[in-house]
């Protein structure tokens, strides 16, 4: 089989040249485009050179639709209304779209779900293998846990972060609400100040710290009477991440058009 050719979009941001890295290196992948805003200075500059890993020939453009055209998938770590963009223009393009990108409203992701009739496109709050085994052992350990156990989830990113939970704390949170069989929507508590009450029996708390150049920690905590588990993980190195998106491209390419995750890429719901 060929290697698929692949587009990152962002690509000059920290997580789109951790991408351009990541493609580089993996065997089976090839980088064909690289997009950015319009008012961005990495216009008109070779992508490899950019992400540190030599020229490529890929100069870094703005027209999106042009850089769809003839790929395999599209590499996405951008904000939810450029997501959305390029959901359409992927699908339009018949190109696998893998995002990573965080900070959804509710409800807000349902053109996604459209682009899905016709294309693969994996959605994930975290890209990571460590992540998505934390996620099922959450759901696990929450069907074996009953609501004398409390569950709350603890994060910390970056203080450059810009939205809150971030999407792997919501992704753990969903893992322990579908444990729990309950709604996350109905059941979540993000925040607390001041003369709050008694925390009550089942719902889902979510801590939230930002600082310095954290790339990711996230803890999950059941506490009962006398007792407490915790699950953790810590991110090192963003480049696994982009890695992941890279090996969910790939595992894209021979699906047929769907909604995926990364328990999908991984086989952690087989």
């Known amino acids: 089989m ?4 692949l ?3 962002g690509a000059a941001g ?3 040249r951790a991408l351009v890295r990541a493609v580089v290196e993996a065997k089976g992948a090839t980088l064909v485009a690289a997009v950015e805003r319009s008012e961005s200075e990495a216009l008109g500059k070779d992508a490899g050179e950019l992400a540190g890993v030599g020229p490529l020939g890929v100069v870094i453009t703005d027209d999106a639709t042009a850089a769809f055209s003839g790929a395999d998938g599209v590499l996405d770590f951008t904000a939810p209304q450029a997501t959305i963009r390029f959901a359409k223009l992927a699908a339009e393009a018949g190109a696998a779209h893998i995002i990573g990108t965080t900070g959804w409203s509710d409800g807000e992701d349902a053109p996604l779900h459209v682009a899905a009739s016709s294309i693969p496109l994996v959605k994930s709050g975290n890209m990571s293998l460590g992540v998505n085994l934390l996620a099922a052992l959450v759901k696990k350990a929450a069907e074996a846990l009953d609501e004398e156990f409390d569950i ?5 990113h970056h203080k450059h972060k810009v939205d809150a939970p971030s999407g792997t704390a919501l992704l753990l949170g969903e893992a322990a609400a579908e444990g729990r069989g309950i709604d996350l929507g109905e059941r979540s508590v993000r925040s607390r100040d001041g ?3 008694a925390r009550d029996a089942g719902d889902i708390g979510f801590a939230t710290l930002r600082g310095g150049s954290v790339i990711g920690e996230h803890s999950v905590i059941f506490a009962g009477e006398g007792e407490r588990i915790e699950l953790t993980h810590r991110a090192e190195d963003r480049q696994l991440f982009a890695n992941g998106a890279v090996k969910a491209a790939l ?3 021979r699906q047929p ?3 995926y995750s990364m328990a ?4 952690l719901n087989d």
């Open 2 to 5: 060929s290697e698929m050719r």
């Open 7 to 9: 587009v990152v979009v």
């Open 14 to 16: 920290r997580m789109g």
């Open 152 to 156: 709350e989830v603890l994060e910390m």
């Open 195 to 197: 003369i709050t009450g």
């Open 251 to 253: 595992w894209a390419h």
């Open 257 to 259: 058009p769907g909604f």
């Open 264 to 267: 999908d890429v991984l086989g």
